[in-house]
């Protein structure tokens, strides 16, 4: 099956192959050397040259844990957070910081809008309250890039810690993390790394992993410091998925020997030949593509076309696409270019794509 949905992904039979390395035990110095390995490589691909100013924490869990982890661990006693919410895993967040009673009221936007710097400031200087703001990377939702670089400064000058939700975007954007001073950033082993789901990681400043030791523990499973201390040991705090960390493993020698410039290329190649071929066949993206990421298209499903009959008869042919979410669920959907995918798994998705919007069956 070709996946074209953000995660998870396909993978390569080098990174399948990973899972059936040996049983080993998590209190063995064999898990040591892997997660050693797994923290060493991540710095390695996402912060070249500042390894040493920042650390990578790596947690068995979905996107979601390594996120609610961020925001639960940045806050000092009194604090709160400023969500900046374009879209559903914006929302998520402000659905984290709420159920902790952490946020203020939110900095909510359209879908498919991008948040203005000045009015972050603004916002920063009426909440003197808000200690860590918060912003997507890449809005999965839409495909929407935001302006991390202009937002990130706008935080650092007001004296906050920004954090970065780039699960879907490590390893499909360009990301200057160490530059424009992001405190924290949250990634997942199951999209842009075309690893499995169930390993999630944060990229944390130093110094701040340091502060962060301070603040108040707000959680037992995703208390950052916890994870630092124990890591650092070379051990885990909790039982790691082992075999999912095999294949992280593997997958980030891929990237490393692909190069995370040349993954981000390839990555653009696929999402150029995708919308090429949807326009040809009139298919409307719903973003201009000044703000579009290099892994997710998201389009209006064409006149009369109802998406499940849509996903079902492409499906029947070997593809998967995705659903629009919350609000553009009727409206929408969602071709993802992430993963061990070839230029034929591609064409020959356009070529299917094309044979069943033709088929009168799929017109309501
Ligand atoms: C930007 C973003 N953040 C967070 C998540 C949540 O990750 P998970 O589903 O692994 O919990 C996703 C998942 O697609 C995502 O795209």
Not at 153 to 163: H, K, L, P, T, W
Not at 168 to 193: F, N, Q
Not at 210 to 222: A, I
Request: charged letters at 20%.
């Amino acid at each position: 099956m070709i996946l074209l949905n953000p995660g998870p992904v396909n993978v390569s039979e080098r990174v399948r192959n990973a899972l059936l390395r040996p049983d080993i035990c998590h209190r063995e110095s064999e898990f040591s050397d892997l997660l050693k390995g797994i923290r060493r490589k991540l710095l390695l691909a996402f912060l070249p040259g500042a390894e040493s100013d920042y650390t990578a924490i790596v947690l068995t869990a979905s996107g979601t844990a390594a996120v609610e982890a961020a925001l639960l661990s940045s806050l000092p006693t009194g604090k709160r957070a400023l969500i900046i919410n374009n879209g559903v895993y914006g929302e998520r967040m402000s659905g984290i910081v709420g159920v902790h009673r952490l946020g203020v009221s939110e900095f909510k936007l359209d879908w498919a809008a991008r948040p203005d710097p000045e009015k972050l400031r603004l916002a920063l200087r009426q909440h003197p309250e808000v200690y860590a703001v918060a912003m997507v990377h890449h809005e999965t939702t839409t495909g929407l890039i935001n302006p991390v670089k202009e937002i990130a400064e706008v935080v650092d000058s007001q004296n906050r810690a920004f954090i970065l939700d780039s699960v879907s975007g490590l390893g499909g954007e360009a990301l200057d993390i160490s530059g424009p001073h992001i405190y924290m950033v949250a990634g997942t082993a199951g999209k842009c790394i075309q690893g499995f789901p169930g390993a999630a990681f944060l990229l944390v400043r130093k110094g701040f992993m340091e502060r962060m030791k301070t603040y108040p523990k707000r959680s037992l499973y995703l208390h950052l410091p916890n994870y630092y201390e124990t890591e650092e040991k070379g051990t885990i705090p909790f039982t790691p998925a082992v075999q999912v960390y095999y294949a992280f493993d593997a997958a980030l020698d891929e990237l490393l020997e692909e190069g995370v410039a040349n993954r981000i290329q390839r990555y653009k190649r696929a999402a150029g030949l995708i919308r090429k071929g949807m326009a040809a066949m009139g298919i409307k993206p719903m973003l201009p593509p000044e703000v579009q990421s290099n892994t997710i298209t998201a389009y209006h499903l064409p006149p009369g076309v109802d998406y499940q009959t849509l996903h079902d008869r492409l499906k029947a042919q070997g593809y998967v696409i995705y659903a629009g979410q919350g609000q553009l669920e009727s409206r929408i959907f969602r071709i993802a270019n992430m993963g061990a995918l070839s230029e034929a798994d591609l064409t020959g998705f356009l070529a299917a794509f094309q044979t069943v919007v033709e088929t009168s069956a799929v017109r309501t």
